[in-house]
Every structure is written in C-alpha cells, then in structure tokens.
C-alpha cells in the first residue's frame, strides 16, 4: 500500500533551517511528482513547491522562493524540504503529498498525504 | 496566482441532512479543482478530482460539479464521519496551486 512516512517534530529558532523527510513506500518513487504544504494551527492549507523525484526539477511558491529547497535520494525513496530563515509565523505541520497521475490527465491533485510533521519556531 | 473562495465558512448540519459548499475561482480553471476532507489533526484525504471524479475508496454520497469559476461539493445524507472541514484546490499545473479557506461542517 502507498505510504508516505515523515520524520518526527522539530523545535528550532528563529534565524535557523528546518530539514524534514518524507519516505515512499508502495509504489515507484521517481513516478510520481512530490508537493509540499503546510497549515498553521487552526488555518488553512499553503502550497510550497513541487519536486520530480526522476529529474530532480522543482518549483516553488513565490511566497518561499529563496527559502525553500526540495530535494530527494532516490535510492531510499526520500524527499526532502528545507526552510531556512525560520521565524515563528513558520510554525506549522508541514505535509507532503503525492500527485495523482491517472492514464489521461485529470488536474493536478493531491492522493496521498504523509501524516505530518510540526515544525515549532521559538526563541 | 488565482483565489480560491468557499461559502459558507461552517455550516451546522444534522445527520441525514444535504449539505452543498462552493468553491469560486478568481479565473476560469476549467474543471481543474479537487475537494478534501480533513479532520482534526490528520492530513487532508482527497475526495473529489477533476471537478466531478470520485476518488477510488470515497463513499457515493459525495458528489461534485462545475466548471470554470464556479464549482460545489454536495453530500447527499450526511454521516457522523462527515464532520469535518472541507477544502478546494484549483488543481492546474504548479506553480500557484491555491486552496480555499475551508468550510467546517459540524453537528447542529
């Protein structure tokens, strides 16, 4: 069955980089283009980027451009997000998703979310 | 990048009940838009893509309609594991991949 597995909950302060993991299981990793959206407690869900796990191409939102980096090892079927310059407004759970892909294109959906992962920013 | 809106912004509802939320684009998006569920403290679970499919797995109370700026999720009796916040996502190509604010449907 498709997993995607995150690592655990992070404390940082402010001015530092966050690196958090999100591991596929079930499926081909490098088919499958990976996003990142996070959610502040109690708001709504922001979209961060997106990474081809086969090319290694991203793209980012404006809004995290020059902070953000998307990376993955596909020889462990992982993704990565880093966000640097960390202030407490990035406090949030940060998720990953995989991009649904059917035999003809159907839009650009999100079918399967890894659990979580809360990043805490506090001096 | 294009906004995403949802009315209403909750809505109490009793068991049984139709419930229909709206989505509005601030640009045609085709039927380029996707519904989630999420409950408290999980991860949003997708229910609705391409505007009218239903995800494999999701129950057929759940339907949704529309196409390019305007867009609903109607459940056709509401179930106690209903309850819960529903989300849009205009669903083109990245960059600018928008959600909605969310509509929290809870128990009259």
């Known amino acids: 069955q498709v997993q995607l597995v995150q690592s655990g909950a992070e404390v940082k302060k402010p001015g530092a980089s966050v690196k958090v993991s999100c591991k596929a299981s079930?499926?081909?990793?490098?088919?499958?283009?990976i996003n990142w959206v996070r959610q502040a407690t109690g708001q709504g869900l922001e979209w961060m980027g997106w990474?081809?796990?086969?090319?290694?191409?991203?793209g980012y939102a404006q809004k995290f451009q020059g902070r953000v980096t998307m990376t993955r090892n596909t020889s462990i079927s992982t993704a990565y997000m880093e966000l640097s310059s960390l202030r407490s407004e990035d406090t949030a759970v940060y998720y990953c998703?995989?991009?649904?892909?059917?035999?003809?294109?159907?839009?650009?959906?999100?079918?399967?979310w890894g659990q979580g992962t809360l990043v805490t920013v506090s001096s | 990048d294009i906004q995403m809106t949802q009315s209403p912004s909750s809505v109490s509802a009793s068991v049984g009940d139709r419930v229909t939320i709206t989505c509005r684009a601030s640009q045609g998006i085709s039927s380029w838009l996707a519904w989630y569920q999420q409950k408290p403290g999980k991860a949003p679970k997708l229910l609705i893509y391409?505007?009218?499919s239903l995800q494999s797995g999701v129950p057929s109370r759940f339907s949704g309609s529309g196409s390019g700026t305007d867009f609903t999720l109607t459940i056709s009796s509401l179930q106690p594991e209903d309850f819960a916040t529903y989300y849009c996502?205009?669903?083109?190509?990245?960059?600018?991949?928008?959600f909605g604010p969310g509509t929290k449907v809870d128990i009259k």
């Open positions: 079930g499926y081909t990793f490098t088919s499958y283009d």
């Open positions: 990474m081809n796990p086969n090319s290694g191409n991203t």
């Open positions: 391409a505007a009218s």
């Open positions: 996502q205009q669903a083109n190509s990245p960059p600018g991949i928008t």
């Open positions: 998703a995989r991009v649904k892909k059917d035999d003809f294109w159907s839009g650009y959906s999100f079918d399967y």
